[in-house]
């Protein structure tokens, strides 16, 4: 993340000299405009909802309407597999013994392997299913519902184990590769983690050097927690390699993906890790000496292997959201299973406030997580590339509400929950890891906040650019200052009520306020800390909570209305649900901005980093305990 902040941090640099053009223009949100401005021309619109709220702008496109991108038939042929999916589920997995048994048997296995389930969305002609994402997700969610342990065995194998190969591979590649992962009882992993390098994915130390001949590499090093590490006899593993950097002539290391096999020689793993959860997933560090890896084996472009993880990282995360949406459904179908069946104090527990506040939270949360996931994977099938902070948001937002679903059944449950028998505690410890694989939540909201104000800064810097030579730049010039004058005289302001069903306009107008208000956070942030934005956590962790709670607005605000538009049965209950989330959601934002803006809280912070670290100093707690013994 520290080169991302340096990457912001030079725009931010542009940024500070321009102060006075910010200045004069204050920050004004606006819909977007159907002309396209001159200076934009050259560059590709990104049509990113997220990206362009840091800018103050609501890019509908990927929002209005719910983007469902099934026809018919495509609908059809998910649902023939919804029945048998369900049916392995129930009549032969067991996710219990896989738990206790920290694996999963072959029988099993064998039965996954025929449901076609390892090779989702491989073409058909490669030995695969050839779902889109929408259709993947679709079956994700019954998995989610039943057994995430086993959920990581399949989603590591091809959300990223193979991934690399589908998005990257060449056509030999894929023919030679696919059709072993897909139908062939191949597994595959995704191998980038090293001991030294968790978040800071670039910092990896494998190596691969090329031999003279320039035939093949030659790699070494390790890697930690690969999800099938033991069990994968194909893997996308990233490596440095020396590349001639064209501009300058100069060697230097960057990172290359590899499509690397067992068999190749030099390959070796650990035990199986003991883990708090997933327990019946593999998870061991493997090892590479001496490994040859043909030139073939290349996956992308030399030199450019970090562009490929991240890629593989961003096409697949939108699956968690899928995933924990199934999830959440059994925790609440076990919740009001209790809460209609229990009676204390002489009453049903659904007829309390207290767990009917609990039970409606949990319905909203998943509602709104499956809002978000099903919003990116119809984008993606629709062929878009602008998702990357949009699926980064759904890992977040699942994995938190998943939690805290999962928390508040126990909760309901009571003593019953703390037990075996519910299920709800192996949920608990399996959702666990959610939060911090794939991207760390804490990662994922500084990606989300940096990248956001970096897409704001660029479009000041040409705001700037405009402003050295106005007579060529007077539309984009005019513009700007006409969106924001309009802001002091009261004209302006996000008005997002055209774009929903009119039953649902007083909550878009609440998401639209909240727009307002954080394109107006963002630019003044921009222009308090120009360059050293990039050293407030505290405030960023806050920008990217509100971010979160916006797009989760725009997408529910979406799906409902056209679940309004189009009669659907359950229209009138999903707008309850929206009007609920919306206006929580709006009240959030409006917190978490002020908090940004107050010089208490900012001060708070400053305290919380003393006493950080004074903790680390002492590595224990500072204080003693009140008796002083
Ligand atoms: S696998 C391990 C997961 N590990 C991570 O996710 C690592 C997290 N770290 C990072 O993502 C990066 O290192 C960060 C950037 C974000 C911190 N998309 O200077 P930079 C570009 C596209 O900012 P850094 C696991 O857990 C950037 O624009 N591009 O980079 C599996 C720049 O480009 P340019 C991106 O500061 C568990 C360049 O890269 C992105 O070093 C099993 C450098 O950027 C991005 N995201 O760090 C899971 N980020 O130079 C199983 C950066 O052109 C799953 N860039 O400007 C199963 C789930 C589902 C189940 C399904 C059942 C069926």
Redesign the pocket.
């Known amino acids: 993340?520290?080169?991302?902040i340096n990457?912001v941090a030079k725009n931010s640099k542009a940024l500070k000299n321009q102060t006075e053009v910010i200045r004069c223009l204050s920050a004004q949100p606006q819909t977007k405009s159907k002309q396209t401005p001159r200076a934009e021309k050259a560059a590709k619109p990104n049509l990113s909802f997220v990206h362009n709220l840091f800018r103050g702008q609501v890019e509908s496109s990927q929002v209005f309407p719910y983007p469902i991108a099934l026809n018919q038939e495509q609908i059809e042929y998910v649902g023939a597999f919804v029945d048998p999916v369900s049916k392995f589920f129930s009549e032969v997995n067991n996710a219990d013994r896989n738990d206790m048994n920290a694996q999963v048997d072959e029988e099993t296995l064998k039965h996954l392997w025929e449901l076609g389930a390892f090779g989702l969305q491989v073409p058909q002609e490669l030995g695969g299913l050839e779902l889109n994402n929408t259709q993947y997700g679709r079956l994700?969610e019954i998995?989610g519902m039943n057994d995430l342990g086993l959920?990581?065995v399949?989603?590591?194998h091809q959300?990223?184990g193979f991934k690399g190969i589908l998005l990257y591979g060449t056509k030999e590649q894929k023919e030679k590769y696919l059709p072993k992962v897909s139908s062939g009882g191949v597994y595959a992993a995704?191998a980038?983690?090293e001991p030294s390098s968790g978040?800071?994915?670039?910092s990896i130390k494998c190596r691969a050097v090329k031999s003279a001949d320039g035939k093949h590499y030659i790699l070494n090093g390790s890697k930690i927690w690969i999800?099938n590490g033991g069990i994968a006899d194909i893997m996308t593993v990233f490596a440095q390699t020396e590349v001639l950097d064209e501009a300058t002539g100069q060697k230097k290391d960057k990172v290359t993906a590899f499509i690397v096999e067992r068999g190749f020689g030099g390959v070796s793993n650990g035990p199986p890790e003991k883990k708090m959860g997933i327990k019946c997933s593999n998870t061991a560090e493997v090892y590479f000496e001496d490994v040859k890896i043909p030139v073939e084996n290349v996956l992308g472009k030399e030199g450019e292997g970090?562009?490929v993880a991240?890629?593989i990282?961003?096409n697949?995360r939108f699956?968690?959201g899928m995933?924990l949406g199934g999830t959440m459904r059994y925790c609440i179908q076990k919740a009001t299973d209790h809460a209609t069946q229990r009676t204390q104090f002489g009453k049903k527990l659904e007829s309390y406030g207290g767990i009917q506040e609990k039970l409606a939270r949990m319905s909203v949360l998943q509602y709104v997580n499956q809002s978000i996931a099903y919003m990116i994977s119809g984008n993606m099938d629709l062929g878009s590339n602008d998702y990357?902070l949009e699926a980064a948001i759904s890992k977040v937002f699942a994995s938190e509400a998943a939690w805290y679903v999962c928390d508040e059944a126990i909760q309901i449950l009571g003593g019953m929950g703390f037990m075996r028998d519910t299920q709800l505690e192996r949920f608990m410890r399996d959702l666990r890891i959610f939060r911090i694989?794939?991207?760390t939540n804490d990662?994922l909201r500084l990606?989300v906040a940096l990248t956001g104000i970096q897409y704001a800064g660029s479009h000041l810097k040409e705001v700037q650019k405009a402003f050295q030579n106005p007579a060529a730049n007077l539309g984009l010039i005019f513009k700007e200052a006409s969106k924001r004058a309009s802001s002091y005289i009261g004209l302006g302001g996000v008005d997002m009520t055209g774009l929903v069903e009119p039953s649902l306009k007083n909550s878009a107008k609440l998401c639209g306020e909240s727009i307002d208000m954080f394109a107006r956070t963002v630019e003044s942030l921009l222009i308090k800390y120009g360059k050293k934005i990039v050293d407030e956590q505290f405030l960023l962790n806050r920008l990217a909570d509100s971010a979160i709670d916006i797009y989760a607005m725009a997408s529910s605000l979406s799906r409902a209305s056209s679940a309004l538009k189009s009669n659907s049965p359950t229209a009138d209950f999903e707008k309850l649900m929206v009007e609920t989330w919306c206006v929580e959601a709006s009240d959030r934002v409006r917190i978490n901005l002020r908090k940004i803006h107050s010089a208490e809280f900012n001060e708070n912070y400053k305290r919380m980093s003393v006493i950080s670290k004074k903790l680390c100093e002492a590595h224990d707690i500072v204080h003693n305990n009140p008796i002083g013994v």
């Open positions: 993340m520290f080169r991302a990457k994700a998995i959920g990581i399949i989603g590591a959300s990223i995704f980038l983690t978040s800071d994915a670039a999800s970090f562009k991240m890629n990282l961003n697949g699956g968690m995933t990357h694989f794939e991207g990662i990606f």
